[in-house]
């Protein structure tokens, strides 16, 4: 039986031959990435985040939503009960959004676009026009004050802002951390 996932399962069988599992526990890099789902821009890759470093959260766009919001304050729970409630004083986690440039979502930003793409998904027309990404540095710090602002977002976590150009394969930063 061979499928698209053909290639990619033999890709696997190498992985595991020289891999070595890590335990549970706190992302070594004390950080979160939120990004786009774009397959251009895996953070494994333009990062070099190994197996423990750090928490992915991928969507359209890379938005911060309800739900990314909600998945954020699960991890500090998480993180908070595998450091034994050691973590609430020293150890400060940062929260790295990263928007991009040739954002698919950049066409939503068009009305006449966004009424098609709801009519032929489903999707509410509003909810398309909040993951739109047009200008990656303008929502990239929207996101960052959005993220701050929430009374979800655990104490001792901060906040950063960052573009990655599709062009370069550079990050940059546009927000510095900010911690609340
Ligand atoms: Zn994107």
Do not use: K, W
Not at 47 to 64: E, F, I, Q, S
Not at 71 to 90: H, S, T, V
Not at 107 to 133: H, I, K, N, Q
Not at 135 to 158: F, I, N, W, Y
């Amino acid at each position: 039986m061979t499928s698209r996932m053909t290639p990619l399962l033999e890709h696997n069988e190498q992985f595991a031959r020289a891999y070595t599992p890590v335990p549970l526990g706190l992302p070594a890099a004390q950080v979160i990435v939120i990004t786009c789902l774009d397959h251009r821009i895996d953070p494994a890759i333009t990062l070099g985040l190994r197996p423990g470093d750090a928490p992915v959260l991928r969507n359209a766009g890379g938005r911060v939503t309800q739900p990314v919001i909600e998945e954020i304050a699960y991890l500090a729970f998480l993180g908070g009960r595998l450091a034994g409630g050691q973590i609430a004083g020293g150890s400060r986690v940062e929260v790295a959004i990263i928007h991009h440039t040739q954002c698919g979502t950049g066409f939503l930003a068009d009305p006449g676009f966004r009424r098609e793409a709801s009519a032929a998904t489903g999707v509410d027309e509003a909810a398309l026009a909040a993951s739109a990404v047009g200008d990656p540095h303008a929502t990239v710090a929207a996101d960052v004050d959005r993220l701050l602002s929430s009374p979800l977002l655990p104490p001792g976590m901060g906040v950063s802002g960052h573009v990655y150009d599709i062009e370069t394969g550079r990050v940059t930063t546009v927000v510095d951390a900010r911690y609340r």
